[in-house]
């Protein structure tokens, strides 16, 4: 099936994401490091030596080795831009140009780029005609210039003009040059290639922040230059083809026309994830993808899951195929897995809401029970899967045979009508003990057998509309955002502090914290249910407090006093704010009974995570209820975000009552004292916003990938079974991975670091084998809310 008639599939069974995007981008090219594959062009005479921009779309595929996008001249008299990479995964970017060996040019930028899952817009601009040394390489990730610099760099001197890029040498797109080919190979999607001759662009002129998503522009109406190209990858049969009118064609070498691919930055398709590859403990080897991460090969004594990108969400029809390769030996498997399943070491695809199918010997296995099913496969054989996420059915099928004379389009045969429709799940594969490998095809290849009526391929585009998103009524800027800002000590009679906040607050209801980054002060929490100036502390037990030269609420935001925990003169402080609204979060103001009692809440859905303070007389603990699909009981058990304590189990706080869409219930045990006044805060999850949970930790700076379905902007996470801080992050404070400032919840302490996560699009990682973040078989509980949903989220 042609790509086009894949993306007429697509718009036909409801592509929703297509009216967001000012312009689509319809291509990318797939280069593999087991190549070599690449492009490669001898430029002419420069318009100006001196200046040049390089922009390009990018979704990794590894990191593992250094991998030059564009390389020229020699390896050792040469240049290139390159991702870099150590024994972690690529941290950054790096512009070399080495005119000889002892008359170098290098900048090597920090900033983790390790996420595999969408695509990254990066801008690198060499103009030495600027007067500051530092403005004459630049680098620019999603929009956001890096200025963080790993060694000691060596700028370019004013007006040089003797380099190799953009001079009259051989260029290569998708490896360094050298002695011979294959130096430093690429391995990643690469779309919209653009290179200008002479000027120093910005990278607006690339693409624009629509509603905080980095989307492309058309830039066919650029001045490119001499040497300039932009390859769109539109041509099949000619990938180098340049369509800047400039004619400079790149000639290709080890790409074929099935390397052009419609995964680009405005449909981003899955694939096997790297992240989402590991073995089970005490065997060697491991699971290696390659062909843009749509194949998985192991090693013979290995015993591998391998899982993809994009989770299939709540609702919806999905559909993928996996070819064998190879002879099947026993429990290689494929099937699904929810998201909490692929956080374990395991292998079998035998998690207890999995559903597997052993090609091995035509086994299906549920809940980790098997029975016979199917005819087993071979190699060559091409394993269909179906997924009715709304039915909470799949299907298993064998080239265009459905096992069990099932039918897709009917309803009827399904190997199991038992599937979670909460929880997200992943196409997966497994091998075991090696001999078995496969090449996944998610829909951009074109699928070989025509999916059932209404299935569709996992891309971005065919994804749902979140309920807030970057293209929904809500927008995720409308209802939470993390603020920073730097106090000025003036008091309210004097001007105070106004921090403009971009919403009203005198109209609906809003809930404010601030904490000081730089001293020990606690937090101030605020709340327009409670009025101005009102404030509990997150970290203490002490009852309200009311004090006139802390928080009011105004038109625009908030006006601060001189409260030192609040507006300590050049002192840094975060705020974070949240408004009501049903689905998501939620203010209830109550007063004690002294006996168990249901209140009404406005979310209209279950809260998955609620605090409940005591305002007054007396002090008290923020008891907690958390509800993350972990295998405790949060009926029964409590927490407190006031204190590290471990998870206590005690039915008299939440009566041993699940919440509701309209009700909460609290009890007798200290959160329900008669005639005393509470405030009551309630998140819900959202799917693609707000994501309530748990994982386990192993042990490894190498941790688990932790699914949201959206790029975090914040998330708090504790220990659940032990007694461990409550950890805060987010992505103001960190611009760019790992992201390592933290504050604590439950304490008062200032800020702190220690690298711990990669925020990724889909979710984040554990970097870091810190006991409070990831003790090996450690339970942690965890809130986190988006920046944007992964339907439109860029790589970070």
Same mark, same amino acid.
């Given at each position: 099936?042609?790509?086009?008639?894949?993306?007429?599939?697509?718009?036909?069974?409801?592509?929703?994401?297509?009216?967001?995007?000012?312009?689509?981008?319809?291509?990318?090219?797939?280069?593999?490091?087991?190549?070599?594959?690449?492009?490669?062009?001898?430029?002419?005479?420069?318009?100006?030596?001196?200046?040049?921009?390089?922009?390009?779309?990018?979704?990794?595929?590894?990191?593992?080795?250094?991998?030059? !996008?564009?390389?020229?001249?020699?390896?050792?008299?040469?240049?290139?831009?390159?991702?870099?990479?150590?024994?972690?995964?690529?941290?950054? =970017?790096?512009?070399?140009?080495?005119?000889?060996?002892?008359?170098?040019?290098?900048?090597?930028?920090?900033?983790?780029?390790?996420?595999?899952?969408?695509?990254?817009?990066?801008?690198?601009?060499?103009?030495?005609?600027?007067?500051?040394?530092?403005?004459?390489?630049?680098?620019?990730?999603?929009?956001?210039?890096?200025?963080?610099?790993?060694?000691?760099?060596?700028?370019?001197?004013?007006?040089?003009?003797?380099?190799? =890029?953009?001079?009259?040498?051989?260029?290569?797109?998708?490896?360094?040059?050298?002695?011979?080919?294959?130096?430093?190979?690429?391995?990643?999607?690469?779309?919209?290639?653009?290179?200008?001759?002479?000027?120093?662009?910005?990278?607006?002129?690339?693409?624009?922040?629509?509603?905080?998503?980095?989307?492309?522009?058309?830039?066919?109406?650029?001045?490119?230059?001499?040497?300039?190209?932009?390859?769109?990858?539109?041509?099949?049969?000619?990938?180098?083809?340049?369509?800047?009118?400039?004619?400079?064609?790149?000639?290709?070498?080890?790409?074929?026309?099935?390397?052009?691919?419609?995964?680009?930055?405005?449909?981003?398709?899955?694939?096997?994830?790297?992240?989402?590859?590991?073995?089970?403990?005490?065997?060697?080897?491991?699971?290696?993808?390659?062909?843009?991460?749509?194949?998985?090969?192991?090693?013979?004594?290995?015993?591998?899951?391998?899982?993809?990108?994009?989770?299939?969400?709540?609702?919806?029809?999905?559909?993928?195929?996996?070819?064998?390769?190879?002879?099947?030996?026993?429990?290689?498997?494929?099937?699904?897995?929810?998201?909490?399943?692929?956080?374990?070491?395991?292998?079998?695809?035998?998690?207890?809401?999995?559903?597997?199918?052993?090609?091995?010997?035509?086994?299906?296995?549920?809940?980790?029970?098997?029975?016979?099913?199917?005819?087993?496969?071979?190699?060559?054989?091409?394993?269909?899967?179906?997924?009715?996420?709304?039915?909470?059915?799949?299907?298993?099928?064998?080239?265009?045979?459905?096992?069990?004379?099932?039918?897709?389009?009917?309803?009827?045969?399904?190997?199991?009508?038992?599937?979670?429709?909460?929880?997200?799940?992943?196409?997966?594969?497994?091998?075991?003990?090696?001999?078995?490998?496969?090449?996944?095809?998610?829909?951009?290849?074109?699928?070989?057998?025509?999916?059932?009526?209404?299935?569709?391929?996992?891309?971005?585009?065919?994804?749902?509309?979140?309920?807030?998103?970057?293209?929904?009524?809500?927008?995720?800027?409308?209802?939470?955002?993390?603020?920073?800002?730097?106090?000025?000590?003036?008091?309210?009679?004097?001007?105070?502090?106004?921090?403009?906040?971009?919403?009203?607050?005198?109209?609906?209801?809003?809930?404010?914290?601030?904490?000081?980054?730089?001293?020990?002060?606690?937090?101030?929490?605020?709340?327009?249910?409670?009025?101005?100036?009102?404030?509990?502390?997150?970290?203490?037990?002490?009852?309200?407090?009311?004090?006139?030269?802390?928080?009011?609420?105004?038109?625009?935001?908030?006006?601060?006093?001189?409260?030192?925990?609040?507006?300590?003169?050049?002192?840094?402080?975060?705020?974070?704010?949240?408004?009501?609204?049903?689905?998501?979060?939620?203010?209830?103001?109550?007063?004690?009974?002294?006996?168990?009692?249901?209140?009404?809440?406005?979310?209209?859905?279950?809260?998955?995570?609620?605090?409940?303070?005591?305002?007054?007389?007396?002090?008290?603990?923020?008891?907690?209820?958390?509800?993350?699909?972990?295998?405790?009981?949060?009926?029964?058990?409590?927490?407190?975000?006031?204190?590290?304590?471990? !998870?206590?189990?005690?039915?008299?706080?939440?009566?041993?009552?699940?919440?509701?869409?309209?009700?909460?219930?609290?009890?007798?045990?200290?959160?329900?004292?008669?005639?005393?006044?509470?405030?009551?805060?309630?998140?819900?999850?959202?799917?693609?916003?707000?994501?309530?949970?748990?994982?386990?930790?192993?042990?490894?700076?190498?941790?688990?990938?932790?699914?949201?379905?959206?790029?975090?902007?914040?998330?708090?996470?504790?220990?659940?079974?032990?007694?461990?801080?409550?950890?805060?992050?987010?992505?103001?404070?960190?611009?760019?991975?790992?992201?390592?400032?933290?504050?604590?919840?439950?304490?008062?302490?200032?800020?702190?670091?220690?690298?711990?996560?990669?925020?990724?699009?889909?979710?984040?990682?554990?970097?870091?084998?810190?006991?409070?973040?990831?003790?090996?078989?450690?339970?942690?509980?965890?809130?986190?809310?988006?920046?944007?949903?992964?339907?439109?989220?860029?790589?970070?």
């Amino acid at each position: 099936m042609s790509n086009e008639l894949i993306t007429a599939l697509q718009s036909a069974a409801g592509n929703v994401s297509g009216d967001f995007y000012p312009y689509t981008v319809d291509n990318s090219a797939r280069f593999d490091s087991s190549g070599p594959n690449y492009l490669e062009k001898t430029l002419g005479t420069a318009t100006d030596r001196k200046k040049f921009t390089f922009s390009f779309w990018v979704k990794p595929c590894e990191f593992t080795n250094w991998q030059s !996008v564009l390389g020229t001249g020699g390896f050792l008299a040469g240049a290139y831009i390159a991702l870099t990479s150590t024994s972690t995964g690529t941290t950054g =970017i790096r512009y070399l140009e080495q005119i000889s060996s002892a008359n170098a040019i290098k900048t090597d930028f920090i900033g983790s780029l390790r996420d595999p899952s969408s695509f990254y817009h990066i801008v690198v601009v060499r103009d030495t005609t600027e007067a500051t040394d530092t403005d004459r390489v630049r680098l620019y990730v999603n929009g956001t210039r890096f200025t963080q610099i790993n060694g000691t760099p060596v700028w370019p001197s004013l007006n040089r003009s003797d380099f190799y =890029i953009n001079g009259p040498v051989q260029h290569s797109v998708g490896e360094t040059l050298g002695s011979s080919h294959g130096i430093n190979p690429l391995s990643a999607y690469l779309s919209e290639v653009v290179f200008i001759d002479g000027q120093g662009l910005e990278p607006t002129d690339f693409a624009e922040d629509k509603n905080g998503v980095w989307v492309p522009k058309d830039v066919s109406g650029l001045t490119f230059g001499n040497n300039g190209f932009y390859l769109d990858f539109a041509d099949s049969s000619n990938l180098g083809n340049d369509v800047s009118g400039n004619n400079n064609d790149f000639t290709s070498s080890g790409l074929t026309s099935s390397d052009q691919m419609p995964d680009t930055p405005t449909n981003n398709f899955t694939t096997f994830s790297p992240l989402h590859v590991w073995t089970e403990t005490g065997i060697a080897g491991s699971a290696t993808l390659s062909d843009g991460n749509l194949s998985a090969v192991a090693p013979a004594v290995a015993r591998y899951n391998a899982a993809c990108s994009i989770a299939m969400p709540t609702t919806g029809k999905w559909y993928c195929e996996l070819t064998v390769v190879g002879t099947p030996n026993s429990a290689s498997a494929v099937g699904i897995e929810i998201a909490s399943d692929l956080q374990a070491t395991r292998y079998g695809g035998l998690g207890p809401d999995s559903v597997g199918l052993r090609i091995d010997s035509g086994t299906k296995w549920i809940n980790s029970a098997g029975s016979a099913y199917g005819n087993g496969a071979a190699n060559g054989d091409i394993i269909q899967i179906a997924v009715d996420r709304d039915a909470g059915k799949c299907w298993f099928g064998e080239n265009n045979t459905w096992y069990n004379s099932g039918d897709p389009e009917a309803g009827t045969g399904a190997a199991s009508s038992a599937l979670s429709t909460t929880e997200p799940m992943f196409f997966m594969a497994t091998s075991y003990d090696g001999g078995c490998d496969y090449n996944a095809n998610f829909g951009q290849l074109g699928f070989t057998y025509t999916p059932p009526t209404d299935f569709l391929a996992l891309s971005t585009a065919n994804l749902p509309e979140p309920t807030i998103g970057p293209n929904s009524d809500i927008k995720p800027s409308d209802v939470f955002a993390t603020v920073l800002y730097t106090g000025n000590g003036t008091a309210k009679g004097s001007g105070g502090n106004t921090i403009n906040l971009g919403v009203d607050m005198t109209s609906g209801k809003y809930m404010v914290a601030i904490k000081n980054r730089d001293a020990a002060d606690s937090w101030m929490v605020f709340d327009t249910m409670r009025g101005d100036n009102k404030y509990i502390e997150f970290d203490s037990t002490d009852a309200e407090v009311t004090d006139t030269e802390t928080c009011e609420f105004t038109s625009t935001g908030v006006k601060l006093g001189n409260n030192t925990a609040v507006n300590t003169n050049g002192e840094d402080y975060v705020l974070y704010w949240f408004k009501a609204t049903p689905g998501f979060f939620d203010i209830q103001l109550r007063v004690g009974t002294g006996s168990a009692v249901a209140h009404d809440h406005d979310l209209g859905v279950k809260p998955n995570f609620m605090t409940s303070k005591l305002r007054t007389t007396y002090t008290s603990n923020i008891e907690t209820y958390v509800d993350g699909g972990q295998v405790t009981d949060p009926a029964t058990d409590y927490y407190q975000l006031s204190s590290n304590s471990a !998870v206590s189990d005690n039915a008299t706080v939440w009566n041993d009552t699940e919440p509701t869409s309209t009700q909460y219930t609290v009890g007798t045990g200290g959160i329900n004292v008669s005639g005393e006044d509470y405030v009551q805060y309630l998140w819900a999850d959202v799917e693609g916003f707000c994501k309530t949970g748990y994982h386990k930790g192993n042990g490894s700076s190498d941790g688990p990938l932790i699914f949201t379905g959206f790029r975090p902007a914040f998330v708090i996470v504790k220990q659940s079974n032990v007694a461990r801080g409550w950890y805060i992050f987010d992505s103001a404070r960190d611009t760019y991975n790992a992201v390592d400032d933290y504050l604590r919840a439950d304490t008062a302490a200032a800020e702190a670091n220690l690298d711990s996560y990669d925020f990724l699009s889909n979710g984040f990682k554990l970097r870091n084998n810190n006991a409070s973040f990831n003790e090996s078989g450690g339970t942690y509980i965890y809130m986190a809310f988006a920046e944007n949903p992964f339907k439109y989220a860029n790589a970070r």
